[in-house]
Structures are given as C-alpha cells and as structure tokens.
T-cell receptor
Framework: EAGVAQSPRYKIIEKRQSVAFWCNPI?????LYWYQQILGQGPKLLIQ????????DSQLPKDRFSAERLKGVDSTLKIQPAKLEDSAVYLC???????????FGPGTRLLVL | GNSVTQMEGPVTLSEEAFLTINCTYT??????LFWYVQYPGEGLQLLLK?????DKGSNKGFEATYRKETTSFHLEKGSVQVSDSAVYFC?????????FGSGTQLTVLP
C-alpha cells in the first residue's frame, strides 16, 4: 500500500514570497491533516479535512495560510506572504476516519530567508 | 486543554542498554495514547499505541503501558540498537485530534 506522498521535499524562499505544498493521502482515507513542525518541537495541527470539508482550522493563520482539498483527495497548503517564522517542516497525514490511526508523509522542509 | 510532557533529551545510550523515555499527559476524558518515531529525513511513523487504561502497546521490542492513575505512558526497550537512533514523540488523541509532546532525541552508540 502506497503511503502519504508530499512534494516538494525541500523549499527555500525569501520572505514575502508565496509557496505551495502538495499532499496525496493514502487511497481511501477520508480524513486529511496538515501539521507544522518547528525545529525542536512536536507537530502542531494546522487544519483537518473530512473529505473535502474543513473540520478544524482553528490554528491556521488565515491571514497568510490557506488550504484546500478539492474532490476530497489531494490537498494543497499555501503560504502567502511567507514570514521568517514560517520556517518549519510541513507534514501531511491521513486516516480512514477521524478517530483512526494517522499515517504521516515525509514532510516538506521550508526555509524562509 | 490537552497537553503532553516528555522527558527532555537528547538521550545517548550504548548499544544493548535499557531505554526509558518518560511521558505524562493531561487530558479531559479518556484519550488514546501513542508513540511515534521519526528517523532522520523521514516523516513520523506510528510505533505503538494504547486505547484504554492498563493496555500495553508493543512493537519492535518497544513497550508502553497506559497508566491512568499516574497519567503516564512511558516508552521502554530492554536492549537498544544503533538503528533505534531517532526522535521519539509521545502523543494523545482525544476524539480525533493528536496532541504531541516536544520529542526526545535518542542516539545509540555502537
């Protein structure tokens, strides 16, 4: 069974630029999550989707971050404009249902200069 | 709110040493508890889990027991290997959201 796929694996941008990350969850997984992992910390949930609807985006900085999951499969997370403090690893995870085990992708490491 | 407190690292052990990484939690309700492992350059992998009090999760020689009375879920392994070098995260799930600890870096020397 293929795991959660993410791209790109690494991205370096300058502050105030925009960037987008892509995630393809495990086939059949209805629930998709985006996490931000700052160096030395545990992952923090940014947004959770159930199919193509948002379940929780309370920790998403909506002035600069946006996410969508069109057709309830792939998802894109965008940052515009980026700030220095956005430097982190962005992890995507998926699960069959909200209370089931979450499976994580390899992450996208973002460096904002 | 929910929170997870992990033993601070880094932890350095010699091969075949005994490992304990402490984890305590605060939660309303009855959470499920997890240990995730992150190898260098990789995403998080589920190592083991326990869904109710007194359950023991185990995998790859690692064990952790859900202790409701002490709100703990300590990770143990009797004999670590160099390949166990990674960052270990304790987490809890209340309903459907994971809350992670800050992670413990483990280095095992040959």
């Amino acid at each position: 069974e293929a795991g959660v796929a993410q791209s790109p694996r690494y991205k370096i941008i300058e502050k105030r630029q925009s960037v987008a990350f892509w995630c393809n969850p495990i086939s059949g997984h209805a629930t998709l999550y985006w996490y931000q992992q700052i160096l030395g910390q545990g992952p923090k949930l940014l947004i959770q989707f159930q199919n193509n609807g948002v379940v929780d985006d309370s920790q998403l900085p909506k002035d600069r971050f946006s996410a969508e999951r069109l057709k309830g499969v792939d998802s894109t997370l965008k940052i515009q404009p980026a700030k220095l403090e956005d430097s982190a690893v962005y992890l995507c995870a998926s699960s069959l249902a909200p209370q089931e085990t979450q499976y994580f992708g390899p992450g996208t490491r973002l460096l904002v200069l | 709110g929910n929170s997870v407190t992990q033993m601070e690292g880094p932890v350095t052990l010699s091969e075949e040493a005994f490992l304990t990484i402490n984890c305590t939690y605060t939660a309303t309700g009855y959470p499920s508890l997890f240990w995730y492992v992150q190898y260098p350059g990789e995403g998080l992998q589920l190592l083991l889990k326990a869904t109710k009090a007194d359950d023991k999760g185990s995998n790859k020689g690692f064990e952790a027991t859900y202790r409701k009375e002490t709100t703990s879920f300590h990770l143990e392994k009797g004999s670590v290997q160099v390949s166990d070098s990674a960052v270990y995260f304790c987490a809890l799930s209340d309903r459907w959201q994971l809350t992670f600890g800050s992670g413990t870096q483990l280095t095992v020397l040959p």
